[in-house]
């Protein structure tokens, strides 16, 4: 069996603070993992992706995530956040999508 | 850039009526996907396709069929909208047999049924 949890329904972050976005997950197979953002209106965009390459994944927009697998998760991370960062953002594991966690940010 | 495709991205209809979803993808993927999204709430995967001649149901149930007869297109179809059918639709594509698979979504159709 396998399953995605975002472990945060909302966050909510000062600009210029970092961003800590958190999935675990459970897989009987080597994970394919995924980050997408969802900006208010718009489509959905990958913002990062998980190859077995690197456990560090560099995205888009500043985002990283790192693949700890004795964890058995991949968190979402910004240094620092920017007001257009606001958005939903979505775990993907196997093509499991987690429940998203909405990301606010404050002036 | 992906290039996959929704028409309409905007649909108001009365209850009843017959709607078809469109979604084309240009990538030549096999795999397709429909999700179904309500306000603030998470993506539920309601049809899918390994490709031509293959259709799937996902996780959720839906009222909705699907068809596959050409690689590129992969519409979805209420044969009688009502107003629980009001929602967002999105559309994914991805390369089958890769051990990635990245989907790569549409824009999305926004439905209200009145």
């Known amino acids: 069996a396998q399953s995605v949890t975002q472990l945060d329904s909302h966050v909510s972050v000062s600009e210029g603070t970092p961003v800590l976005l958190r999935c675990n997950y459970s897989?009987?197979?080597?994970?394919?993992l995924f980050w997408y953002v969802q900006h208010p209106n718009k489509g959905l965009q990958l913002l990062l992706k998980?190859?077995?390459?690197?456990?560090l994944v560099k995205g888009i927009n500043g985002f990283e995530a790192e693949f700890k697998k004795s964890e058995t998760s991949f968190h979402l991370t910004k240094p620092s956040a920017h007001m257009s960062d606001a958005a939903e953002y979505f775990c993907v594991v196997n093509g499991l999508f987690g429940k998203g966690t909405r990301l606010s940010v404050i002036a | 850039e992906a290039d996959i495709y929704q028409t309409p991205r905007y649909l108001v209809i009365g209850t009843g009526k017959k709607i078809t979803l469109e979604c084309s993808q240009t990538m030549g993927h096999d795999k397709m996907y429909w999700y179904q999204q309500d306000p603030g709430m998470e993506l539920h995967l309601i049809h899918y396709s390994y490709g031509v001649n293959s259709t799937e149901k996902g996780d959720l149930s839906s009222e909705s069929t699907v068809s596959r007869i050409r690689t590129e297109h992969f519409p979805l179809t209420l044969e009688s909208a009502r107003p629980s059918h009001t929602s967002q639709y999105l559309c994914?594509?991805?390369?089958?047999?890769?051990?990635?698979?990245?989907?790569?979504f549409g824009p999305g159709t926004r439905l209200l049924v009145l």
């Open positions: 998980y190859t077995s390459a690197a456990t």
């Open positions: 994914a594509s991805s390369e089958h047999g890769r051990a990635v698979e990245t989907q790569y």
């Open positions: 897989s009987s197979y080597s994970p394919s």
